[in-house]
């Protein structure tokens, strides 16, 4: 006998694969097949809100939203700054 239990009987797993979909992307928040996942983060992810522990993590991405944050990542903080202000108009 396996598995989580909660008031109302079995917990089922929210990452067991459903109709194809085997991942979630963590940006955009959109179900991913196996064909789609284009990248992965793996790492420690400190919560500096609740001080707690680091805990390891292993999340993916979809290619748009990896091309989205490669943008990101090769602007730095000036281009940043300037999508901020483009924003607020």
């Keep these: 006998m396996g598995g989580k239990y909660g008031p109302q009987g079995p917990i089922e797993d929210p990452w067991k694969p459903v109709d194809g979909y085997v991942s979630v992307c963590i940006i955009c928040g959109w179900p ?16 500096h809100d609740e001080r707690g522990q680091p805990e390891e993590i292993y999340v993916e991405v979809c290619s748009e939203c990896k091309a989205r944050a490669r943008e990101f990542i090769q602007g730095g903080i000036p281009a940043a700054i300037r999508r901020l202000e483009v924003n607020r108009g």
Excluded: H, N, W
């Excluded at 996942?37 to 420690?44: D, N, Q, V």
């Design 32 to 47: 991913l097949p196996k064909q789609l996942i284009s990248g992965a983060l793996r790492g420690e992810f400190i919560d």
